[in-house]
């Protein structure tokens, strides 16, 4: 804890702090911490920051369940940031993306879409509907009627994947349909896009 006192916070009393895969090294996100955050965070080994725009201290994952374990806190050499290594439990990014830092200003340029990264930003998104469950939104809707009908429609959409296939049509358009059923099905079930590709990184090794 004395380290702690070492910790320089600016004129709001904030320090900004950088959470980082302990595993990986993946940068995860970046956010700021009161010294009532950084003193929750040592005392319960979970991950607290504070919100400057709603000014109050918040947990990581205490809505969507995206937890940040933090196995070590470092302070800078300056004394004013912070780095919690951590180990997440799901994405740390509201958007669904595991890292908030997936936007590339550079180098970018005629780089294919990364489909691991879109179907983990899909998959947070319906997850977003699951807990919203917004009026008009087809997601919900799905959600609402059940398993049974959600597999029902992920059947139908595999039908029309083998039936685009054999045709050589619109191949691409029916499988983006099929994952999007496959994942509302997963949301609906509570298994996560991460337990599945566990499961393949397991197989393929």
């Not at 951590?86 to 005629?110: I, K, M, N, Q, Y």
């Amino acid at each position: 804890m004395s380290a702690a006192r070492e910790i320089r916070y600016d004129e709001k009393g904030l320090v900004p702090v950088v959470a980082q895969d302990a595993s990986t090294g993946e940068v995860l996100m970046l956010a700021y911490a009161s010294r009532e955050a950084v003193e929750k965070t040592l005392s319960s080994g979970e991950a607290h920051y504070y919100s400057r725009s709603r000014e109050e201290i918040w947990r990581k994952g205490e809505t969507s369940g995206n937890t940040q374990k933090v196995v070590e806190v470092r302070l800078d050499c300056d004394g004013d940031a912070l780095l919690y290594r951590v180990e997440p439990a799901g994405p740390a990014c509201h958007t669904g993306e595991r890292s908030c830092f997936f936007t590339s200003l550079a180098g970018s340029d005629g780089e294919p879409p990364d489909l691991g990264k879109t179907l983990t930003r899909l998959a947070g998104t319906i997850a977003g509907r699951s807990r919203e469950m917004p009026e008009g939104s087809y997601t919900a809707k799905l959600l609402d009627r059940g398993t049974g009908y959600t597999a029902q429609k992920v059947g139908e959409e595999a039908v029309e994947v083998v039936v685009a296939a054999l045709e050589g049509e619109k191949l691409a358009e029916e499988t983006a349909d099929l994952l999007y059923h496959l994942l509302v099905l997963l949301e609906g079930r509570g298994v996560g896009v991460e337990e599945v590709a566990r499961v393949l990184d397991e197989r393929h090794r």
